[in-house]
């Protein structure tokens, strides 16, 4: 793994090269330092962390300070990982003076590398003019969860004539827009990968197949650590909630036992100070 930062223009050399471009979410200093050390090219501060790290229940409560809130702390830990913060539900809808100022906020507070937005068609002049104030987007079609309430629930996209249709020209219209990269979230394997050999620019996929240029997972669920939902896509590489909590049981047992803290964990004083104390 080169140290080299990971950059828009790595996202597209890494296509060329047919080099695979590895993303996680994370939305804290700790995870992301460590997610980052272990190499990961890309780190998404996701909407998901409406979910994931506030407990509601879909993305939409989600807001742009949130956003910002979290990217702060993920840039802080991110050495070499580009990092990207997700607009959130209804700020890039309204008009193009409100979207431009909070992609800007997401670059210039959150000191985000770029924005993810959700969408094509009704947003797009909405993303060609973030790109005109030089801030760099990535697309995200198939499901985009801000739109669970029009899709009636997560569901996989693409798999109708009309709908796999519309996800392609999508995409061609948003690497026509100057997105860097789009995200294709639960479609089709083979749509994804009809999608993949038709743009120049990189796909990250969910639950989209092994065709994408590369995978993006939620940490939480890769990590085995979110369990209120887990989608078909996920693959577990660890089981942490089982981990934190025997750790915590046992921290409980050792600690009403007077195991812990026993003298590694406890600062002594010199006895002649001691005597006086009493
Ligand atoms: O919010 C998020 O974490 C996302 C990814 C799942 C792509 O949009």
Do not use: W
Request: proline share 3%.
């Amino acid at each position: 793994m080169a140290n080299k930062k990971f950059t828009v223009s790595s996202f597209l050399k890494a296509k060329q090269k047919g080099e695979k471009i590895s993303m996680l979410t994370a939305y804290d200093y700790s995870t992301a330092k460590l997610l980052d050390e272990a190499g990961v090219d890309s780190l998404l501060v996701g909407d998901s962390l409406g979910m994931v790290m506030l407990g509601y229940e879909n993305t939409l409560q989600v807001t742009v300070d949130d956003i910002i809130h979290h990217c702060r702390a993920v840039a802080r830990g991110a050495k070499r990982a580009m990092v990207i913060g997700d607009m959130p539900f209804l700020s890039y809808h309204v008009s193009i003076e409100d979207t431009i100022r909070n992609a800007g906020r997401i670059i210039q507070e959150g000191n985000a590398h770029a924005v993810k937005l959700e969408g094509c068609m009704e947003v797009i002049d909405k993303i060609k003019a973030i790109v005109k104030a030089q801030i760099p987007v990535m697309g995200h079609l198939g499901l985009t969860p801000q739109s669970i309430n029009v899709f009636g629930g997560f569901k996989v996209q693409g798999k109708t004539e009309k709908q796999a249709k519309r996800i392609i020209e999508e995409a061609l219209m948003l690497q026509e827009a100057g997105v860097f990269a789009v995200v294709l979230e639960c479609v089709p394997e083979k749509l994804a990968r009809i999608i993949t050999e038709k743009l120049d620019i990189p796909t990250i996929g969910i639950g989209a197949g092994k065709y994408c240029d590369g995978q993006v997972l939620v940490t939480q669920d890769m990590l085995g650590m979110y369990t209120d939902f887990t989608p078909k896509f996920v693959k577990k590489y660890a089981s942490l909630c089982e981990d934190i909590k025997n750790a915590t049981q046992n921290y409980i047992k050792e600690m009403k036992e007077g195991i812990f803290p026993s003298d590694e964990h406890t600062f002594g004083i010199d006895e002649s100070i001691l005597e006086k104390l009493y």
